[in-house]
């Protein structure tokens, strides 16, 4: 598959520090005469091969976020630039031809295909990228060595515990060599000891294959593993903190949990 014509490849020295910029990005839906603004007037930059968290009580437009950057829902309005391409202005075709090649997704509920090994699944993307059988059967055995399943290469989910899932799922994410890798509650069906290995799984990808990773996460240990984390409010932008800076008191915890104040 040709890259699409709406897919950019010129860029200005400016853009090409930034795997995501997300520009004045409002959505609305519309409940009869009610408006609830989701996001509304989100503004973000993220570098390559940072690692930034996206926290929030619920209800604050994490997730609408997520999937206006993933391409699953237009904006209403602003610009959301993945790689250099404003995503909200490509076609149907041009939209699956960049997700397919430069956006990788972890998933809280791993999403594998219960019929196919571990290697199967690591190289399904590849197939849909156009990966010679070669190339995609040795980039998916490396990748699974690099989350510790070079022993798993042929056990399929049923066979394989839950952390073993997500590890099979994030060496899918990172399988095309993504510009950004979106991870939703990555560590939300794990317990304690396996989400924090998770966690220091996704710091090992993020810096040995230089990756950006932007985590939609509840998860406050995940503080730990990010460069910047960004607190969503209201479907607003309330602060953006460096991971040394970060001052988490009640509340947040509270909020972090979907509990009240």
């Known amino acids: 598959?040709?890259?699409?014509?709406?897919?950019?490849?010129?860029?200005?020295?400016?853009?090409?520090?930034?795997?995501?910029?997300?520009?004045?990005?409002?959505?609305?839906?519309?409940?009869?005469?009610?408006?609830?603004?989701?996001?509304?007037?989100?503004?973000?930059?993220?570098?390559?091969?940072?690692?930034?968290?996206?926290?929030?009580?619920?209800?604050?437009?994490?997730?609408?976020?997520?999937?206006?950057?993933?391409?699953?829902?237009?904006?209403?309005?602003?610009q959301v630039y993945i790689d250099k391409t404003d995503i909200s202005k490509l076609d149907a075709y041009e939209l699956a031809w960049l997700r397919c090649r430069k956006i990788g997704y972890v998933f809280q509920t791993f999403n594998l295909v219960p019929i196919m090994t571990a290697v199967q699944n690591v190289t399904l993307p590849m197939i849909f990228a156009g990966f010679d059988v070669k190339e995609r059967n040795e980039r998916a055995a490396h990748l699974l060595e690099m989350v510790g399943l070079a022993d798993r290469l042929h056990h399929k989910p049923t066979e394989l515990s839950g952390g073993q899932q997500q590890r099979v799922a994030i060496a899918r994410a990172f399988a095309n060599g993504p510009a950004i890798v979106l991870a939703d509650e990555p560590t939300g069906n794990l317990d304690l000891k396996t989400g924090l290995s998770i966690i220091e799984l996704l710091i090992k990808m993020n810096r040995d294959l230089e990756i950006t990773i932007m985590c939609n996460t509840h998860d406050l240990k995940i503080i730990e593993a990010s460069d910047r984390i960004v607190w969503l409010r209201d479907g607003r932008v309330s602060r953006i903190e460096r991971r040394g800076e970060v001052k988490v008191d009640v509340g947040d915890m509270r909020e972090a949990r979907g509990e009240r104040r």
């Open 1 to 78: 598959m040709t890259q699409p014509e709406g897919i950019r490849s010129g860029t200005s020295v400016a853009e090409e520090e930034y795997a995501l910029l997300v520009e004045g990005v409002r959505k609305y839906f519309y409940m009869g005469e009610v408006v609830v603004k989701a996001l509304d007037g989100v503004d973000l930059a993220v570098k390559r091969g940072e690692y930034v968290s996206i926290m929030g009580p619920s209800g604050s437009g994490k997730t609408t976020l997520f999937n206006v950057v993933g391409g699953l829902e237009k904006p209403t309005a602003g």
